[in-house]
């Protein structure tokens, strides 16, 4: 499975973004698609979570009712951010799991710039 994100950019605080993330290959063996976020210096943060075969969603307390995840069969993966903070400034990166919380698949991330 590949992943591959695309939306990032410098937005002003208060403004909305949508990130979206391709998927090909073997996309049936995923069982989570999840949005993660990582600044320099920290441990990278999953932020929203979507299951697939039911299409459950969690999110973080930090952006609950800020951001929504959404997905297009398994092809491809979004998130909608809005009400931008700087604190939401970051690369931000799509994953997909198997099953087993090992998150096996990665993109290459894309970067968000949140400025007030």
């Known amino acids: 499975v590949q992943l591959e994100e695309s939306g990032g950019g410098l937005v002003q605080a208060g403004d909305s973004l949508r990130l979206s993330c391709a998927a090909s290959?073997?996309?049936?063996?995923?069982?989570?698609w999840s949005w993660f976020r990582q600044v320099p210096g920290k441990e990278r943060e999953q932020v929203a979570d979507?299951?697939?075969?039911?299409?459950?969603t969690w999110y973080d307390s930090a952006v609950e009712a800020r951001f929504t995840i959404s997905g297009d069969g398994r092809r491809m993966l979004y998130l909608r951010m809005s009400n931008l903070r700087p604190e939401d400034t970051a690369k931000y990166y799509c994953?997909?799991?198997?099953?087993?919380?090992?998150?096996?698949?990665w993109g290459e991330g894309g970067q968000v710039t949140v400025v007030s």
């Open positions: 994953g997909g799991d198997e099953g087993g919380q090992q998150w096996e698949y």
């Open positions: 979507i299951r697939l075969h039911d299409d459950s």
């Open positions: 290959g073997a996309t049936n063996v995923l069982y989570h």
